[in-house]
């Protein structure tokens, strides 16, 4: 139960942000959910889009340097310590979060969030164990 996440590693100068969108609108690619990491020297935009395989493609064509991780969208009560219960039961089970970051839409009335953690399938178990919602890739690209 992951989803297709692309990476894109950017040089960290004016115009990169907009070729990077620029290439992904010429193919008709929309992005569902993003985030942008920066240093000094260079950024990581990591990039959930309806058309993953379109997506790789165009970015690479285009001379972008991508790569794709499988990570978990998780279903978050939108409430006052929703987050919390989600991360507690991962914290629980001896689960790390290396990164997580918002998604665009809402899922039956609750947020998503995508996580991506080192083995996704031992989250994917603890979190429907505790009846977490996960979403899969195909109900993502649906929303």
Do not use: C, W
Request: cysteine-free; overall charge negative.
């Amino acid at each position: 139960m992951t989803v297709r996440q692309i990476s894109v590693f950017l040089e960290n100068r004016a115009g990169r942000l907009a070729e990077v969108t620029g290439a992904l609108g010429g193919v008709g690619v929309n992005i569902r959910a993003l985030s942008l990491a920066d240093t000094a020297d260079f950024g990581i935009l990591r990039m959930i889009v309806d058309d993953t395989d379109a997506a790789l493609s165009a970015l690479a064509e285009a001379g972008f340097t991508v790569h794709e991780t499988s990570v978990v969208a998780v279903e978050v009560a939108d409430e006052p310590g929703g987050l919390a219960r989600v991360v507690s039961t991962l914290d629980n089970a001896g689960v790390n979060v290396e990164y997580m970051y918002a998604f665009v839409e809402k899922a039956a009335g609750r947020a998503l969030m995508v996580f991506r953690f080192e083995d996704p399938g031992a989250a994917v178990k603890v979190l429907k164990a505790e009846g977490i919602g996960v979403q899969t890739d195909e109900q993502v690209r649906r929303l």
